[in-house]
């Protein structure tokens, strides 16, 4: 594979054979960071919300409503002007994903789900997004997903472990036999908390308490995992 390897943790390697990944979608599969950082702007700017790009980067893996309250730093709404404001926020950013089609998924993805599929490997996607059946539709990537979940699927958001389990019961495997992607500190924390093996993709400061951390998908293939998680 190119990609460089910025650090692996030892206890990352099993006896049991690998034979799922799971997915998350924003920052993993699609750069739709972007898009939610502008929707939250746009909003924020509306209703006089302190907010910025740093800002911003804190509600990665985040779901909707929890994105909100933690920009709104302890204020607090009527649950209707809750709703209407996370309303308005996805109407925003369902704009955006009209816009969407194979040209957003990023460096690496194609040729890695090709090389899933050819390896015999289970596809999961578990995302914090309500967004992520029709995301998933238009990257034009349905076809190589099995399962697709989101944290609406289960009780307790990112970063309890229960979409991820929820994608592997789905999968008909053991949390042990899947490997997870993800870009966020809470789905990194998700992600190890379901006893998974946990691929993190971006910086150390952000994801690296995952057991390998990895710039991006670019390059990767499924014997790289095998080798460094299978014993
Ligand atoms: C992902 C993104 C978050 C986003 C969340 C909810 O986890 O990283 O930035 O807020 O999904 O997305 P949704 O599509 O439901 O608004
Ligand atoms: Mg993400």
Same mark, same amino acid.
């Given at each position: 594979?190119?990609?460089?390897?910025?650090?692996?943790?030892?206890?990352?390697?099993?006896?049991?054979? @690998?034979?799922?990944?799971?997915?998350?979608?924003?920052?993993?599969?699609? %750069?739709?960071? !972007?898009?939610?950082?502008?929707?939250?702007?746009? &909003?924020?700017?509306? !209703?006089?919300?302190?907010?910025?790009?740093?800002?911003?980067?804190?509600?990665?893996?985040?779901?909707?409503?929890?994105? /909100? &309250?933690?920009?709104?730093?302890?204020?607090?709404?009527?649950?209707?002007?809750?709703? #209407?404001?996370?309303?308005?926020?996805?109407?925003?950013?369902?704009?955006?994903?009209?816009?969407?089609? =194979?040209?957003?998924? /990023?460096?690496?993805?194609?040729?890695?789900? %090709?090389? @899933?599929?050819?390896?015999?490997?289970?596809?999961?996607?578990? =995302?914090?997004?309500?967004?992520?059946?029709?995301?998933? #539709?238009?990257?034009?990537?349905? +076809?190589?997903?099995?399962?697709?979940?989101?944290?609406?699927?289960?009780?307790?958001?990112?970063?309890?472990?229960?979409?991820? @389990?929820?994608?592997?019961?789905?999968?008909? @495997?053991?949390?042990?036999?899947?490997?997870?992607?993800?870009?966020? #500190?809470?789905?990194? !924390?998700?992600?190890?908390?379901?006893?998974?093996?946990?691929?993190? /993709?971006?910086?150390? +400061?952000?994801?690296?308490?995952?057991?390998?951390? &990895?710039?991006?998908?670019?390059?990767?293939?499924?014997?790289? &995992?095998?080798?460094?998680?299978?014993?």
């Amino acid at each position: 594979m190119n990609a460089p390897l910025s650090a692996i943790r030892p206890s990352a390697t099993s006896s049991v054979p @690998l034979r799922g990944a799971i997915f998350d979608m924003d920052g993993v599969l699609t %750069d739709t960071i !972007e898009f939610h950082y502008q929707t939250w702007q746009r &909003l924020a700017d509306e !209703e006089r919300i302190p907010f910025d790009r740093q800002a911003n980067e804190a509600l990665r893996g985040l779901s909707r409503r929890d994105s /909100l &309250l933690r920009m709104l730093d302890g204020r607090t709404l009527p649950e209707a002007k809750m709703q #209407e404001l996370l309303d308005r926020k996805n109407q925003y950013f369902r704009e955006f994903v009209k816009t969407m089609s =194979s040209d957003h998924l /990023l460096p690496g993805v194609r040729d890695f789900l %090709d090389d @899933l599929r050819a390896a015999g490997v289970k596809t999961a996607v578990a =995302s914090a997004s309500q967004n992520v059946y029709v995301v998933v #539709e238009q990257l034009g990537i349905a +076809d190589d997903i099995d399962a697709i979940t989101n944290v609406y699927c289960v009780d307790r958001p990112k970063p309890a472990p229960d979409v991820f @389990l929820h994608a592997a019961e789905r999968l008909n @495997l053991s949390p042990s036999e899947c490997v997870v992607f993800e870009d966020a #500190e809470s789905g990194v !924390e998700a992600a190890l908390a379901a006893k998974m093996h946990v691929v993190g /993709l971006g910086p150390v +400061d952000r994801v690296g308490a995952a057991h390998w951390v &990895l710039p991006s998908l670019n390059g990767l293939r499924w014997a790289d &995992l095998q080798a460094k998680f299978e014993k």
